[in-house]
């Protein structure tokens, strides 16, 4: 891989998650903070209307709008549609002035602590997330959606990623939270800088990697009322082993609703505010040992 040139930090691409947004405006105030001698970095506030109103979003989510052909639809017009556009030109203008690295913001009301999204398995993310996890045990690394095609923000990039804190409440900032953040932004460009210079050591690690396999609504009836919510049990348990049999629901009566799989998975963004209107209840995914 060559060097690396330009990284762009992106926060608030959903405009009630504070702690992205708050740290893009910190770096904008002190930007000595997050700048280095081999590489250009860059920062924007993905949604900035949506921020100073508080929303998720103006018209649609801003994180669903950059389908390459969507990008190139010049009938979308919504704020969102136009706003993505807006970014792509800054992040993918050309061979000199486009981005190597995207880090894209986002906090969530899932127990999700500090973790990584990979929409690919680029070797450079893969030793990126396996160092990360070395120093810090608490990051988590997660392999969702494929990028081929993909609407994120991240996928501007091929080596585009998300940092995903929670818990915390939509348009609520969490100073811990905040903190550490923060910290894993410094080590990540510390380690892009070691890059450039060739100073990383080779060696040989395992990454847990918990692979995406598919979503869960929750149980509704005839008219798409939610009938259950997510059992006590299971609630803030992400990352968690859930085996055939353990509660998952719990409906309005009262009674259990359980996993009825034939094997182990990994639950994540449970309960997640947001995905409530995009009938979500969690993510599955299943644990994998990488040797990196």
Known sequence: MQKINRVAIVGGTHGNEFTGAFLVKKFEKYPNLIQKSSFETLTILGNPKAFKTGKRYIEKDLNRCFLEENLQNLHLSSYEDIRAKEITAILKEDNQTKVDVIIDLHSTTANMGLSIILGNQHPFLLQLST??????????????????????????????????????????????????????????????????????????????????????????????????????????????????????????????????????????????????EKGIAMLFTEKQILNI
Request: glycine share 6%.
């Open 131 to 276: 160092y990360l996890t070395a120093i810090n045990p608490l990051v988590k690394v997660c392999f969702t959606i494929p990028e081929n095609g993909s609407n994120f923000l991240r996928s501007l990039s091929e080596m585009g990623f998300v940092i995903e804190v929670g818990a915390v409440a939509q348009g609520v900032l969490n100073a811990d939270l905040f903190q550490k953040t923060e910290e894993l932004i410094y080590t990540i460009l510390d380690y892009l800088e070691r890059y450039n210079y060739s100073d990383i050591t080779e060696t040989n690690h395992s990454l847990t990697l918990y692979k995406y396999i598919g979503t869960l609504d929750y149980p509704r009836n005839e008219n798409g009322e939610i009938q259950a919510m997510i059992h006590p049990d299971l609630q803030f348990r992400d990352y968690e082993p859930l085996n055939p049999g353990d509660p998952l629901f719990l409906t309005l009566d009262g009674e259990a609703i359980a996993y009825e799989g034939t094997s182990t998975i990994y639950p994540i963004f449970i309960n997640e505010a947001a995905y409530y």
